[in-house]
């Protein structure tokens, strides 16, 4: 079974400086991999992907995640943080279907809460 | 376009009385899910669809049906609503040949709670 784990419940970073919000994940086979948030009271909505090819992916509002298959991880970064990206943030896992088929949607993590303090 | 749209947004339900929750997209999107999301738990997949006619059960299906008579509805069913349904709950669509690769596009959620 696919698993992803964010270790993190809440990261506070000040405004300016970089921010990290970890995952790393578990799949039999290839990873498909993304990063969504979520403001209150709305749905997720996508940020970035990895499917294959360069293990820096770049995403919307100037957030970027790197791939990295020896640590199983998919850690989403930003250069400076800004107020307006606290929000939840949602990490997810899917792969190629398995031989006979497989139940498909993505496996979520727990979330994890940014906040970007002025 | 509307994107993903979800009716009710809020809805308050007797332990066993029915309801169903709504979801269109007018993406044209083949790909549809229904996800839970509980407090500090993330997002579970209820059930899924792959297209009109086609359905099948994610990680947590029991006490729910879904139906997908078209490509752009896709309702899910409470049957003998319980406490341990109180939930937000999401749809989302996807427009991929691979539902497993593609972005998802969320709907603004359902918040259901069963007392």
């Known amino acids: 079974a696919q698993s992803v784990a964010q270790p993190e419940d809440q990261v506070n970073v000040a405004e300016g400086n970089p921010l990290t919000v970890k995952c790393t994940y578990s799949?039999?086979?290839?990873?498909?991999l993304f990063w969504y948030v979520q403001y209150p009271n709305r749905g997720l909505q996508f940020l970035l992907k990895?499917?294959?090819?360069?293990?820096l992916v770049k995403g919307s509002y100037g957030f970027e995640a790197e791939f990295n298959k020896s640590q199983t991880s998919f850690h989403l970064k930003k250069p400076s943080a800004l107020v307006s990206d606290s929000a939840l943030y949602f990490c997810?896992?899917?792969?190629?279907?398995?031989?006979?088929?497989?139940?498909?949607?993505?496996?979520f993590g727990k979330g994890t809460h940014l906040i970007i303090q002025p | 376009n509307a994107g993903v749209t979800q009716t009710p947004k809020f809805r308050i339900l007797k332990i066993g009385q029915s309801m169903t929750l709504q979801c269109a997209q007018d993406?044209?999107?083949?790909?549809m899910y229904w996800y839970r999301q509980d407090p500090g738990m993330g997002l579970k997949l209820i059930y899924y669809?792959?297209?009109?006619?086609?359905?099948d059960k994610g990680e947590v299906p029991n006490g729910y049906n879904v139906s997908r008579s078209t490509t752009e509805d896709f309702p899910l069913r409470l049957e003998l609503a319980a406490p341990s349904q109180t939930s937000v709950y999401f749809c989302?669509?996807?427009?991929?040949?691979?539902?497993?690769?593609?972005?998802?596009?969320f709907g603004p959620g359902t918040r259901l709670t069963v007392t």
């Open positions: 990895y499917i294959t090819g360069d293990n």
């Open positions: 989302a669509s996807s427009y991929s040949t691979s539902g497993r690769e593609g972005e998802q596009y």
């Open positions: 993406m044209n999107h083949n790909y």
């Open positions: 669809s792959v297209g009109a006619g086609i359905t």
């Open positions: 799949v039999s086979g290839n990873p498909y």
């Open positions: 997810a896992v899917s792969s190629p279907p398995p031989p006979g088929g497989g139940a498909d949607g993505l496996t």
